[in-house]
Nanobody, 124 residues
Framework: QVQLVELGGGLVQAGGSLRLSCAASGRTVNNYAMGWFRQAPGKEREFVATISWNGGITDYADLVKGRFTISRDNAKNTVYLQMNSLKPEDTAVYYC?????????????????WGQGTQVTVSS
């Protein structure tokens, strides 16, 4: 089993930045792809970004390309999401997830383990 804990959420003004982290425990996730998803109030959970096991492949939702950066530190069993130029429409609960394949994609069903989420609120 893998446990995931997201940190770094909070309240920020539009145009600001936040850095989310997701620490895995229970077993190493160094050989697994990881991803970030988000769910805004009244909306379905949606894909944000994914990163391959070694960080060599990343992919982003069109809405966040050029503003968000996903990265990982396998020595720390942690994945990050740097969010810049935040907009009010980025307000959501952000979740990290693990896919037990080395490379993953945008499909939520591919991910096997999920964190509890961290709230990000962007004020206008």
């Amino acid at each position: 089993q893998v446990q995931l804990v997201e940190l770094g959420g909070g309240l920020v003004q539009a145009g600001g930045s936040l850095r989310l982290s997701c620490a895995a425990s229970g077993r190493t996730v160094n050989n697994y792809a990881m991803g970030w998803f988000r769910q805004a109030p009244g909306k379905e959970r949606e894909f944000v970004a994914t990163i391959s096991w070694n960080g060599g492949i990343t992919d982003y939702a069109d809405l966040v390309k050029g503003r968000f950066t996903i990265s990982r530190d396998n020595a720390k069993n942690t994945v990050y999401l740097q969010m810049n130029s935040l907009k009010p429409e980025d307000t959501a609960v952000y979740y990290c997830a693990v896919d037990r394949r080395r490379v993953s994609g945008k499909g939520q069903k591919s991910y096997d383990y999920w964190g509890q989420g961290t709230q990000v609120t962007v004020s206008s």
